[in-house]
């Protein structure tokens, strides 16, 4: 079945330097989107990318699809403390119904 | 705030019972999504309602079972509960969810945190 791998599963950084996690599917996905989960608190949705190739920027958050639909990643640039929290990566392939979580990149800030 | 509701907040019982939690989704949306998540762990999809009716399933054990009501409130019953089982359920919504080649965002409600001893 389809499976939604998310790496790494933990990051710790320095206020101020960069972070990435990365999301790859088993199979090519309809799209993807990214949720935020807070310490103690629910996912929230953050984006949704369609095309394949596609970026998209929110402030110091930098989401990309890769080309073959099958991989996406989310890069902070310069980390604050409000960063940390957990991020998912969610997908659906073309014509399913199921939505596939990633495990989540954990990130800890250390100010 | 979501506007997706779930009661109860925390929910504490023993092993071998059977509890019933509740999901209000958001305002005009027709599916609701059930997850779980224990300690530290991701989210598990077990199972999804659109319109009254269930359109996918996911690692949802036979002990757990869910039905969506006419007025579009959802519950999710956990029987013969485990210790295992103790983890926090998330209800979320969505306006259509109904595949095709798009995907919907989800509003997740705050969940519930179950406890079984």
């Known amino acids: 079945g389809q499976q939604v791998m998310q790496i790494p599963q933990y990051q710790h950084v320095q206020e101020g330097e960069d972070f990435t996690t990365y999301c790859n599917s088993s199979t090519t996905l309809s799209n993807i989107q990214w949720y935020k989960q807070r310490p103690g608190g629910h996912p929230v949705f953050l984006i949704q990318l369609v095309k394949s190739g596609e970026v998209k920027k929110q402030k110091r958050l930098t989401f990309q699809f890769g080309e073959a639909k099958k991989n996406s990643s989310l890069h902070i640039t310069a980390t604050q403390t409000t960063d940390v929290g957990t991020y998912f990566c969610?997908?659906?392939?073309?014509?399913?119904?199921?939505?596939?979580f990633g495990a989540g990149t954990r990130l800890f800030v250390k100010a | 705030d979501s506007g997706v509701t779930q009661t109860p907040k925390h929910l504490i019982t023993a092993t071998g019972q059977r509890v019933t939690l509740r999901c209000s989704p958001r305002?005009?949306?027709?599916?609701v999504y059930w997850y779980q998540q224990s300690l530290d762990q991701g989210l598990q999809f077990l199972i999804q309602y659109y319109n009254g009716e269930e359109r996918a399933k996911g690692n949802i054990l036979e002990r757990f079972s869910a039905q969506q009501f006419p007025d579009l409130h959802s519950e999710l019953n956990l029987s013969s509960l485990e210790l295992g089982d103790s983890a926090l359920y998330f209800c979320?919504?969505?306006?259509?969810?109904?595949?095709?080649?798009?995907?919907?965002?989800?509003?997740f409600g705050p969940g519930t945190r179950l406890l079984v001893l």
């Open positions: 979320a919504s969505s306006r259509r969810g109904t595949g095709n080649s798009g995907q919907e965002t989800q509003y």
């Open positions: 305002s005009g949306d027709l599916s």
């Open positions: 969610a997908g659906r392939n073309t014509g399913g119904f199921k939505t596939i």
